[in-house]
């Protein structure tokens, strides 16, 4: 069975700070997705990594897939206020293309002002 | 351009009561999945539609728990006899095509509460 553990499950920081969440598994995933969830709200993509060692940019949000693609990390720097959420990595099905998501059970952060 | 919709957005029932929820994909998005999300948790895979082949079910977690998908299109969640380990938000996700790269877009979610 493919479980992927995120750490740490709950942060909360003051604005302006820098935080860095892992997801780790001991399988080996044909991709890595993470998502933000706001509450009420559903999952919204945040970036797809699919080679191992990748490092993906999108603004202040650092996305990087392990060399052996069994791990990956979101880094944020300077966090602000809407950073506030739910944040979740999903690992794409190593043995078939199906699309099926294999979820963390996500690290909630919330950034105070 | 409507996003994944999903109804209700509530439902409160009583065990031992059957529920249907509902999923409205994005137009177009051939694959379809049910998760099914306790607080402030990750997301429990249910089951899987991909246009007409037979859909993976290896989610569900008891035989209580069916879907179908009418005219490759709306989906159904049915839960028979509920039972207050049912309570949960229960989220679906359509997407262009199977494939572990491509984007699932995800509804709002039905949030359940089996008294």
């Known amino acids: 069975t493919q479980l992927l553990e995120q750490s740490p499950q709950f942060l909360s920081i003051q604005e302006g700070e820098n935080l860095t969440v892992y997801c780790n598994s001991s399988?080996?995933?044909?991709?890595l997705q993470w998502y933000r969830q706001e509450p009420g709200e559903g999952p919204v993509l945040l970036v797809t990594?699919?080679?191992?060692?990748e490092v993906k940019k999108l603004k202040r949000l650092t996305f990087q897939f392990g060399d052996a693609r069994k791990d990956s990390s979101l880094h944020i720097t300077a966090a602000q206020t809407g950073d506030t959420g739910l944040y979740l990595c999903a690992g794409g099905s190593g043995s078939s293309n199906t699309g099926k998501l294999i979820f963390g059970q996500g690290t909630t952060l919330q950034v105070k002002p | 351009g409507a996003g994944v919709s999903q109804s209700p957005s509530n439902k409160v029932t009583e065990k031992g009561k059957d529920v249907e929820l509902r999923c409205d994909p994005i137009s177009g998005h051939t694959a379809l999945y049910w998760y099914r999300q306790s607080l402030g948790q990750g997301l429990e895979f249910l089951i899987y539609f991909q246009g007409n082949s037979a859909p993976d079910k290896s989610g569900l977690p008891s035989d209580r728990f069916s879907a179908e998908r009418t005219g490759g299109s709306v989906s159904t969640l049915t839960i028979q006899r509920t039972q207050q380990e049912d309570s949960a938000v229960y989220l679906c996700?359509?997407?262009?095509?199977?494939?572990?790269?491509?984007?699932?877009?995800f509804g709002p979610g039905t949030r359940l509460t089996v008294l």
């Open positions: 990594v699919v080679t191992g060692g």
């Open positions: 399988s080996v995933f044909s991709s």
């Open positions: 996700a359509s997407s262009l095509d199977s494939g572990s790269y491509n984007e699932q877009f």
